[in-house]
C-alpha cells in the first residue's frame, strides 16, 4: 500500500517509480493523459495571457517596472506565474510551454491520491484512484490543461497544504481533543498554512476564496493554538512575499519604499509593512513559545474553541464576500438576489434560453460545483454533530476537510458568480466525497453513495453530446483547430519588426495587440498603451507608428484628434492572428491650435 | 534520497529557466531597405487573380486583402466588426478590373431579420438591405490596378445581444470571398 512516506522511505528509484505506475495504474493513467492532453492540444491561445499577460510577464522578466499602461496596477501583486508564462512562451518553441503545464497540472492526479489515502481510511485502493483520476478529468479542470489560466498551479499548493494537515493529524498523539498540544505539530500546521499562501502567490485571484478555506480550518486543526498557527503560516508567507516583491516593484518603479501596496490587502504603505513585519513575528513568536501557547489551548474546551473559530471564519468569509460583491471586479456572472442563488448553486454549465452563459464565458456541462454544494451542506450537517455530540468529536477531520474543500465553492458562487474563480478547489471534490463515505455506516451502503457520487461527478464524460464536447480549451482565441506552432512564427516576427523603424515610438490600440511584442524582442522601440495627449505627441523627435487590432480601427480617429496624420496603414494577415501598423505624421499646427 | 526529492525538481525548474532566458529573442532595428523590402512584400500580398472566386477564409491568399475592420478570419469567412470596413487589393499589369461580386451574410436576429450594408467603389454605390443568408452584391470598379471597396454597416450588434449564441463580440456581416471581374487587355 503507498502511503506518504513510500517514496520517503523506499526513495525515487526508477524501479521503484516504475512499481508504483504499475501498481497505481488509473492515477499515473490520468497523469499521462494529462500530459498528453497538453501536447496534444498545441499551443495555448489564452485570451487574457494573450491580451495583457504575456507582455506584462516579458516585461517584467525584463527587469522593467513600467507596463506603459497595459494593466499597470498588476505589477504590484504578486506575479510569478505571469513570469513564468511568458518566459516559456518566448522561447519560440511551441512544446516546451506545453510541456512544462503539463508536466506541472499532471502532477495533480498523483498530489490528490496520496491525499485521499492519508486522510481516508477503509476504503479500496481503487477508489481512491478513481476519485483522483477524476478530479483532473472533468470538464472544468480539463479545459485549463496544458492553459496559461493558473488556476491547476494553483491547485498544487491547496492539496499540499491539506497532506500537510494531515500529517499534522498523524503526529496528533491524542486525537480526541488534545490536539496542537507539541510544537511538533504546531510547526506543521504553520507549515500546511504557509503552503496554502503559494496558490494565491501563484494566482492571485485565488485570495478571494481563501476565506471559505478557512472556515474548515477549526476543525482540521481542533485547536486555538493550531488554526492560530495554520492562519499565521499563511499570513506571515503571503505577505512576506507579496510585501518583498512590493518592495521591489516601489524602488524599481516608483521610488519610495513607503508606496507599496499588493492587491486584496486593505491597508498599503507604512501600514502594509507594519501588518507584515507583525505577522511575522507573531508566526515565529508562536512557533518559539508554542508549548507555553499550549498551555491556553488546555484550559479550554475544544468544541467550544472550534465553535467559535468557525463562527469567526464564517463571518470573515461573509465579509470577504460582502466586500468582494460591493468592489465588483467583474459583474458579468453576479447573482442578483439571494433567489437565484440557490438554482446557480446547481447550475451545471448550460446556456440559459439557449443562448446566455450563467457563470462562465463558454458554456460547459460539469457536476462539479453542484456537487460541492452538495458536500458542503452534508459538511456542514457534520459540524454541527461534531459541536453537539461528543461522538461525533472524531468525525470532525472528515467536517473540516469538506468544508475546507467545498466552502470555496458556495462561497465563490455568493461573491463573484464566476465560476472560474474557484476551478482550483475541484481536484479536493473527491477527496470530501470520500472522507464523508468513510464515517461509520454500514460498509456495502458506503461504497455504494461511493459509487453513486462518482457517477454523478463523471456524467460529462460519458453523456456526450453535451455543450462540454465542443470545445478543447478554456477562452482559446482560435477554436476550430489546434496551432502546432507559434501563435506569430519567425516569418511573421520578422516582416513586422522590418515595417518599424529603428528606435520607434509605438502606440498599441486595442485589444490581443501586445502579445506579438515579447516575440519582437525589439528594445529599441518604446512601446506605449496609453492614448497620447497632444502635448505629448509634439515633444516627440519623430513620428509614431500605430499597431493595432483591425477590428477596432475606429479607435485610430481618437489618435488623429491628438495632432497625428494616419499616413499609411497596412493590416497583416497572419496565419492565427491579425495586426494592422499605421506610419503617421505629426500635425503640429493642429496640436498649437490646441 | 530525502535531499534528491527536492534537488530533481529544483535542477529541472532551473534548467528550464536557464533555457528560457538564453532563447529570448532580441532583435535589431531594420535597415531602411529591409523596411522597404517588407512595404513590397505587403503589397504584393494583396495582388488577387481576376474572374475567380476568391475566398477569405482562414489560411487563404486572399485574406491579406482583408483591411480594417475585420476580425481575424475564421474557417469559412471574416466577419466585420464595426461600422465600416474596407478591402483593399491589387491586380496585375494590364488587367481592367471593372466589377467586383462580394458574397457576405449579415448578422441578424431571429426575429428582426434585418441589415443595411452599403458597398462602396469610387465609382459605385450599392445599398442592400439583407435579411440573412449568404447573398451575392455586384459592385462596379473603376478599371484601376489598385482598388479599395469600404463596406458600411447600419449597426453592429453581437450574437448574445440578438440572444443567437454566448459570442460577445460585435459583428455586422461575415465575408466569405469575392470575384474580381475583370477586361484583360
Same mark, same amino acid.
Given at each position: 500500500m503507498i502511503t506518504l512516506k513510500t517514496f520517503q522511505s523506499t526513495g525515487y528509484g526508477w524501479r521503484n517509480i516504475a512499481s508504483c505506475a504499475a501498481k497505481y495504474w488509473i492515477v499515473a493513467s490520468a497523469s499521462a493523459v494529462t500530459l498528453w492532453r497538453s501536447l496534444v492540444a498545441g499551443t495555448d491561445a489564452y485570451y487574457d495571457f494573450l491580451n495583457v499577460k504575456w507582455f506584462m510577464g516579458w516585461r517584467l522578466w525584463n527587469? /522593467? =517596472?513600467? #507596463?506603459?499602461? *497595459?494593466?499597470?496596477? +498588476?505589477?504590484?501583486?504578486?506575479?510569478f506565474l505571469d513570469i513564468w508564462h511568458a518566459a516559456l512562451a518566448n %522561447?519560440? $518553441?511551441?512544446w516546451v510551454p506545453a510541456l512544462a503545464h503539463g508536466a506541472v497540472h499532471a502532477l495533480i492526479a498523483p498530489s490528490v491520491f496520496l491525499l485521499s489515502r492519508a486522510v481516508v481510511r477503509g476504503l479500496p485502493n481503487i477508489l481512491h484512484q478513481a476519485f483522483a483520476a477524476v478530479s483532473v478529468l472533468v470538464p472544468l479542470v480539463a479545459m485549463q *490543461?496544458?492553459? %496559461?489560466?493558473g488556476h491547476l498551479y494553483a491547485a498544487l499548493p491547496i492539496v499540499w497544504s491539506l497532506t500537510l494537515l494531515a500529517r499534522s493529524r498523524e503526529t496528533? /498523539?491524542?486525537?480526541?481533543?488534545?490536539?496542537?498540544? /507539541?510544537p511538533q505539530q504546531t510547526r506543521g500546521l504553520a507549515w500546511a498554512g504557509a503552503v496554502l499562501a503559494v496558490s494565491p502567490l501563484l494566482k492571485p485571484s485565488a485570495l478571494a476564496s481563501m476565506p471559505a478555506h478557512f472556515i474548515g480550518v477549526p476543525f482540521l486543526t481542533g485547536s486555538l493554538v493550531g488554526s492560530i498557527a495554520f492562519l499565521l503560516g499563511f499570513l506571515a508567507v503571503y505577505l512576506a512575499v507579496a510585501v518583498t516583491w512590493a518592495a521591489v516593484v516601489a524602488l524599481a518603479a516608483?521610488?519610495?519604499? #513607503?508606496e507599496i501596496r499588493t492587491p486584496g490587502v486593505p491597508v498599503d504603505g507604512f501600514g502594509l509593512w507594519f501588518l507584515a513585519g507583525t505577522l511575522v513575528a507573531a508566526l515565529f513568536g508562536l512557533l518559539k513559545y508554542s508549548e507555553w501557547v499550549s498551555f491556553l489551548h488546555r484550559s479550554l474546551r475544544p468544541r467550544l474553541v472550534v465553535a467559535l473559530l468557525t463562527l469567526v471564519a464564517a463571518l470573515g468569509a461573509l465579509v470577504a464576500a460582502t466586500h468582494l460583491r460591493s468592489a465588483?471586479?467583474?459583474? +458579468?456572472? =453576479? $447573482?442578483?438576489?439571494p433567489a437565484s442563488f440557490v438554482p446557480r448553486l446547481a447550475h451545471t454549465g448550460d446556456l440559459q434560453y439557449g443562448f /446566455? %452563459? #450563467?457563470?462562465?464565458e463558454v458554456p460547459y456541462f460539469d457536476t462539479s460545483v453542484p456537487l460541492a454544494a452538495l458536500l458542503a451542506v452534508a459538511g456542514i450537517v457534520v459540524a454541527v454533530g461534531v459541536m453537539l455530540r461528543d461522538? &461525533? &468529536?472524531?468525525d470532525r477531520w472528515t467536517a473540516g476537510l469538506v468544508l475546507f474543500s467545498c466552502a470555496p465553492f458556495v462561497f465563490n458562487v455568493w461573491a463573484t458568480g464566476y465560476t472560474r474563480y474557484a476551478?482550483?478547489?475541484?481536484? #479536493?471534490i473527491g477527496v470530501a466525497a470520500l472522507s464523508m463515505c468513510s464515517l461509520r455506516g454500514w460498509r456495502p451502503l458506503k461504497l455504494f453513495v461511493a459509487a453513486l457520487f462518482l457517477i454523478a461527478w463523471t456524467l460529462p464524460l460519458w453523456?456526450?453530446? +453535451? %455543450?462540454?464536447?465542443? =470545445?478543447? +480549451? =478554456?477562452?482559446? *482565441?482560435?477554436?476550430?483547430q489546434n496551432i502546432?506552432?507559434?501563435? $506569430?512564427?519567425d516569418e511573421e516576427v520578422e516582416l513586422l519588426s522590418d515595417l518599424i523603424p529603428d528606435g520607434s515610438t509605438v502606440f498599441v490600440v486595442g485589444d490581443?495587440?501586445?502579445?506579438v511584442i515579447p516575440r519582437l524582442g525589439r528594445f529599441d522601440v518604446t512601446w506605449d498603451f496609453l492614448l497620447p495627449k497632444g502635448d505629448a505627441v509634439a515633444e516627440l523627435q519623430t513620428p509614431p507608428v500605430l499597431l493595432f487590432n483591425p477590428a477596432e480601427s475606429d479607435r485610430l480617429s481618437k489618435y488623429e484628434d491628438q495632432g497625428l496624420i494616419l499616413e499609411s496603414c497596412d493590416v497583416l494577415r497572419f496565419r492565427h492572428v491579425s495586426l494592422g501598423l499605421c506610419a503617421t505624421q505629426i500635425d503640429r499646427s493642429q496640436i498649437d491650435r490646441a | 534520497m530525502r535531499a534528491l526529492r527536492f534537488a530533481v525538481p529544483m535542477v529541472v525548474f532551473v534548467a528550464l529557466l536557464g533555457f528560457a532566458a538564453a532563447a529570448q529573442p532580441v532583435r535589431e532595428p531594420p535597415r531602411r531597405s529591409e523596411t522597404a523590402n517588407a512595404r513590397i512584400r505587403v503589397d504584393e500580398s494583396k495582388s488577387v487573380p481576376v474572374d475567380r472566386y476568391l475566398s477569405v477564409a482562414?489560411?487563404?491568399?486572399?485574406?491579406?486583402?482583408?483591411?480594417?475592420?475585420?476580425l481575424h478570419p475564421e474557417a469559412d469567412g471574416a466577419w466585420m466588426g464595426q461600422l465600416s470596413a474596407v478591402i483593399s487589393f491589387g491586380v496585375e499589369t494590364g488587367v481592367t478590373p471593372t466589377a467586383v461580386e462580394l458574397e457576405l451574410r449579415p448578422l441578424v436576429a431571429a426575429e428582426s431579420r434585418r441589415r443595411l450594408v452599403t458597398l462602396v467603389s469610387s465609382i459605385d454605390e450599392v445599398s442592400i438591405e439583407m435579411t440573412g443568408g449568404r447573398e451575392r452584391i455586384l459592385l462596379a470598379l473603376d478599371g484601376e490596378e489598385s482598388q479599395r471597396v469600404s463596406i458600411l454597416c447600419n449597426a453592429v450588434e453581437s450574437p448574445i445581444s440578438l440572444e443567437?449564441?454566448?459570442?460577445?463580440r460585435a459583428f455586422c456581416a461575415k465575408i466569405y470571398g469575392y470575384k474580381v471581374i475583370a477586361d484583360v487587355g
Open positions: 527587469g /522593467n =517596472f513600467e #507596463l506603459a499602461g *497595459i494593466a499597470s496596477s +498588476r505589477k504590484w501583486g504578486p506575479p %522561447t519560440g $518553441v511551441w *490543461i496544458g492553459t %496559461t489560466s496528533d /498523539n491524542s486525537y480526541s481533543g488534545q490536539s496542537c498540544s /507539541n516608483d521610488g519610495g519604499l #513607503l465588483a471586479y467583474d459583474g +458579468r456572472w =453576479f $447573482v442578483d438576489d /446566455n %452563459t #450563467l457563470d462562465l461522538s &461525533w &468529536w472524531q476551478t482550483q478547489s475541484i481536484p #479536493l453523456w456526450a453530446g +453535451r %455543450t462540454s464536447t465542443s =470545445f478543447e +480549451r =478554456f477562452a482559446q *482565441i482560435t477554436y476550430e502546432y506552432e507559434d501563435i $506569430v512564427n490581443l495587440t501586445s502579445h | 482562414a489560411g487563404a491568399d486572399a485574406r491579406s486583402t482583408l483591411g480594417l475592420g475585420f443567437l449564441n454566448p459570442d460577445r
